[in-house]
């Protein structure tokens, strides 16, 4: 248990490609984990363009624990922070 | 979907950006509408379909999205018509938006059943089984693997629904029907959602509703950009619920700024035009009410205000003659600058539709939505978060930021009266998406209503609720209460109203 650490990319490609929802999933975990037995503290942090969709574009871009996620979805980016609160 | 993205919510913004990219960097003199057919392979890929039967037919829907967002119908499918037809004459700086605003697109629609009670594979056929029991019209039967409803026979009463210990049984309906307070949306001969035309308000909250990407609405981006680039000087007026739609790192001063490297010359909050209405509709409060109308409605919000003169028709002269924030707003750029084009940018799809009348037309050239905009700034690369921020000299009070947000309309509108030295409480009845209203007009044509003020929102939390938002509807109401909090006007009447800043 301890802080998760979640960099949600909020530049102009990823915030049109979903980045705004998926820190409202990022969010609705927090209310979750007050419930669960060990729970762990997640910190969410918009962050300006990551300067990775300037060519092939694969956003939106998240980094959990320093880890990039491409495509990035409320499903992957919530699945990630799980795996790391066990 | 509201609030959630999904691949509609993409497909829909890659159109707009694909749109744009081509209207930004397109040679003016001779086009290439091939483009918007390599448009659909760009955003569908591949020879595999995704979400539907075949990829052919996802492109085929994606290219009646693209010509919807240029501005033009979607072709008929029985008969052949080209792709571009049409496209040359969108590539102009008129207005060329028509009716219907809001389309479905025939054969991208499941004619999902219009209401339905079916069992799931939770049904255990078990020994009970109450719900024959219960079936006042002896429509439920058990099966070889289980209960069956004889959908002949079903009149939807529930009762089979309540009485199952496994919860195997359930009612559903067309989304899009759901969504539709004025209950527009009917059926064609193959089963597929139409809209009916004449009670279609144009709120656009099925083109959210549907989980199909089956309905969508037209756009005038192509035009605007065209103007921006035909050097025309553009004016953007954009609307109370602009504030937090662009991200947590897009203030509204970087908002200004974006719209204005988009090559637009000036941005104007339409907050000021909703100053104007607040004024407008608190003289008219205090004039005839209860003398000449035992009521008074708002008129800001133009799905809510057409819907009660189509429904309530006696009534019509209860809702405000006020014009809405956007075309006050409009006038005054104007008048102010006779030779400027004017676009609104807003949340809203029935603004589009406002645009339309020939007494806005003068005034509005263009309506594009918050989520068109983003496909604007996404085509030019605009990196908000980068950009400095653009001081938006106040232009509107407190009161007139806060019509964004369900509730504040009629407050702002209070607040007028209040200071105008009026004794009396004003009572207000609000109420927000269209079944809500229905149901207001219902008590207020019963005379229950009489001495009110009547706030009507056709979307779900007012304006941030709108079709056209990128942000979820209580994060983007926080953004624009915050927004407004900072303004040093508080009511309508604070505000000074004179020259636009900034
Ligand atoms: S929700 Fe979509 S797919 Fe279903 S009936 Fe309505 S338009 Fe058709
Ligand atoms: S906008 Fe996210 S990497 Fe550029």
Redesign the pocket.
Known sequence: MGVIHVEV???????MMG?MNIMDAIHSLEELQQEMDNPCDIEVKAVP??????DEVH???VRVEGQLITHAESESVMAAIMDRCK | MRGLFTPITKIRRQVFTEVAKYAFERDLEQSDFNYFYESSYRIIPGEVATYRDSVFKERAIIRERIRLALGLPIRPSITHQPFTQGMAECATTEKKLDMPLVNVIPFACEACPTDRVQVSDNCRKCLAHPCTTVCPVNAVSIGKHAAIIDQDKCIKCGRCIEACPYQAILRFGRPCAQACGAKAIESDDLGRAKINQDKCVSCGLCIVACPFAAIADKSEIFQLITAIRSGETVFAAVAPSFVGQFGPLATPGKIVSGIKALGITRVIEVGWGADVGSLHEAEEFLRDVPEHKPFLGTSCCTSWALFARKTQPTLAHCIAQTHTPMVASAQKIKAEHPGAKVVFIGPCVAKKLEALDDEVRPYVDYVITFEELMGLFSAKQI?LSDLPETDLATQASRDGRNYAVAGGVAQAVVNVIKASGHEQDVPVTRADTLFECRKMLALAKAGKLNGHLLEGMACPGGCVGGPGTLSQIPRAATAVKAFAQDSPYQTAGDNTLEALAP
Request: glycine share 12%; charged share 10%; with cysteine.
């Open positions: 990319c909020a530049g102009t490609h990823c915030t980045a363009c990551m300067n990775l969709c300037r956003g939106p871009f | 990196e």
